[in-house]
C-alpha cells in the first residue's frame, strides 16, 4: 500500500509554547492557522502537527496522494482502496470513507496498542 506522506498529529494543551519548542527543534511552520489552533511544522522531511483542542490523543497520519511537501503525486493508492484491503485483512475500522466517494476522505483503524492511524487525503 502506498499510504503518502508520513506525519505525527500530536494533541497539545498550548500551541504557542509548543510551536516555541519545535522550532528550537529545527522545525518551522509549514502550514496551518495558530489562530484556529493548528500547525504543520516541518524539518526537512520529518512533518510534526500540531493541535490544540481538537483530539485527545496523539495520531499517526498518512497523507495518500501527497509526498512530503504536500506536493500531489502522479500515483497513489486512494483511500478507499487502501480501507478494502484493510477490510479484506480482517483489519476493524473505527472511521470509514464512504466508498461510493470521490476525492478527499479520510478513515481511523487503531494498532493493536490502541494508537489511532489517520489516512486522510486531501486531493
Known sequence: MKLGAFSVSLSVKDIV???EFYE???FN???GDIEKNYLIMKNE???IGLFQGMFENNILTFNPGWDQSANPLETYDDVRVIQQKLKEKKIVLQNEADENSTGPASMV???PDGNAILIDQHV
Do not use: C, I, P, R
Request: cysteine-free.
Open 109 to 111: 483503524v487503531l494498532d
Open 45 to 47: 522531511d520529518s512533518l
Open 17 to 19: 509554547a509548543s510551536k
Open 29 to 31: 511552520v509549514f502550514a
Open 24 to 26: 528550537t527543534l529545527g
